[in-house]
């Protein structure tokens, strides 16, 4: 079964926009799913202007490097980005958004919230966040090659790694499984000696690989295989650090989502993750099934790339 059936690229025709559609051509490509090409216009626009947009935007997509004969449809709408991103998603039974991401100064971070943050925030779905940065270098056909997700072997840890095996699978990717064991776990509080600090980390790493290894004989089938990894340190940064030392181009982490007095928080994890990682970051969050809904009956325009 595909990992995703509807992406959703969501482009503002900045400098991440060739980024965040190579992307997601990459995926959809991956796991054969419909790609659709959102753009969102501030302020509302009509007429010959939109006509104009539409034009720039198709011409856009059909440079895309790696697109190949992919089927790529294109939506124009007007409004608050974050709010039309979000409710377009909700509309058309979108399963992966993916969005570009910018790393803002320490003023700009407590002064700004960029439309990436407020979606990879509240979006119910699946969110890809891409920086600024050039994708990593891929075979040819632009599919992805080479996976890393991390695990922290809480109960959401299978949906996690579910997402990631069965994007690996339906791509043909190396997949890498990813738990890093936090300092506090293997630092006592008070002075030991060097080998009984050593002793610790043997007897927990031990201990995180047998957890690793029931897991994924929960999620992985006979048809694919996974290597697994376990490191000691900060999360994020061994996170980060081993996507960089596998050649990963995706790392897929869980978004650990929660409220509080009416605002959505993303867990600290995956937000350091996001904010450190030059690669694509896959923050896994299931959609809710509910009863009863529909996909819009306006469909997107075709466009096709050549």
């Given at each position: 079964m595909a990992s995703f059936r509807h992406i959703v690229a969501a482009l503002d025709l900045s400098r991440s926009s060739a980024h965040v559609l190579s992307e997601a051509v990459a995926v959809a490509r991956s796991?054969?799913?419909?790609?659709?090409?959102?753009h969102v216009a501030t302020p509302p626009i009509d007429g010959e202007v939109r006509d104009d947009l539409r034009?720039?935007?198709?011409?856009f997509i059909s440079e895309a490097p790696a697109a190949g004969a992919l089927p790529i449809h294109l939506d124009l709408v007007a409004g608050d980005p974050g709010r039309e991103i979000l409710s377009f998603a909700a509309a058309h039974e979108v399963d992966l958004i993916v969005i570009g991401r910018r790393h803002h100064g320490v003023v700009d971070r407590l002064l700004l919230e960029s439309v990436g943050e407020i979606?990879?925030?509240?979006?119910?779905?699946?969110?890809?966040?891409?920086?600024?940065?050039?994708?990593?270098?891929?075979?040819?056909?632009?599919?992805l090659s080479d996976i890393l997700c991390a695990v922290d072997l809480t109960d959401t840890s299978g949906e996690t790694l579910d997402l990631a095996s069965n994007l690996a699978l339906t791509a043909?990717?190396?997949?890498?499984?990813?738990?890093?064991?936090?300092?506090?776990?293997?630092?006592?509080?008070?002075?030991?000696?060097?080998e009984e600090v050593?002793?610790?980390?043997?007897?927990?790493?031990?201990?995180?690989?047998?957890?690793?290894a029931i897991l994924l004989s929960r999620s992985l089938t006979a048809e694919h295989r996974a290597d697994t990894l376990v490191s000691f340190g900060l999360v994020p940064n061994q996170i980060v650090g081993a996507a960089s030392a596998a050649g990963a181009q995706l790392l897929v982490v869980g978004a650990h989502?929660?409220?509080f007095l009416g605002h959505t928080f993303l867990g600290s994890t995956a937000r350091e993750v996001v904010r450190l990682a030059l690669?694509?970051?896959?923050l896994a969050r299931p959609a809710p099934k509910e009863a009863g809904a529909r996909t819009s009956d306006r469909p997107s325009e075709p466009v096709a790339v050549h």
């Amino acid at each position: 079964m595909a990992s995703f059936r509807h992406i959703v690229a969501a482009l503002d025709l900045s400098r991440s926009s060739a980024h965040v559609l190579s992307e997601a051509v990459a995926v959809a490509r991956s796991c054969g799913a419909r790609l659709t090409v959102l753009h969102v216009a501030t302020p509302p626009i009509d007429g010959e202007v939109r006509d104009d947009l539409r034009e720039l935007l198709a011409d856009f997509i059909s440079e895309a490097p790696a697109a190949g004969a992919l089927p790529i449809h294109l939506d124009l709408v007007a409004g608050d980005p974050g709010r039309e991103i979000l409710s377009f998603a909700a509309a058309h039974e979108v399963d992966l958004i993916v969005i570009g991401r910018r790393h803002h100064g320490v003023v700009d971070r407590l002064l700004l919230e960029s439309v990436g943050e407020i979606v990879t925030r509240q979006a119910r779905c699946a969110v890809l966040s891409v920086g600024v940065e050039p994708p990593a270098r891929r075979p040819a056909g632009g599919v992805l090659s080479d996976i890393l997700c991390a695990v922290d072997l809480t109960d959401t840890s299978g949906e996690t790694l579910d997402l990631a095996s069965n994007l690996a699978l339906t791509a043909s990717a190396r997949l890498t499984v990813l738990h890093v064991i936090d300092p506090s776990r293997w630092k006592p509080p008070l002075p030991v000696a060097p080998e009984e600090v050593e002793a610790m980390q043997n007897t927990l790493a031990a201990e995180a690989y047998e957890r690793l290894a029931i897991l994924l004989s929960r999620s992985l089938t006979a048809e694919h295989r996974a290597d697994t990894l376990v490191s000691f340190g900060l999360v994020p940064n061994q996170i980060v650090g081993a996507a960089s030392a596998a050649g990963a181009q995706l790392l897929v982490v869980g978004a650990h989502s929660r409220r509080f007095l009416g605002h959505t928080f993303l867990g600290s994890t995956a937000r350091e993750v996001v904010r450190l990682a030059l690669r694509p970051v896959l923050l896994a969050r299931p959609a809710p099934k509910e009863a009863g809904a529909r996909t819009s009956d306006r469909p997107s325009e075709p466009v096709a790339v050549h």
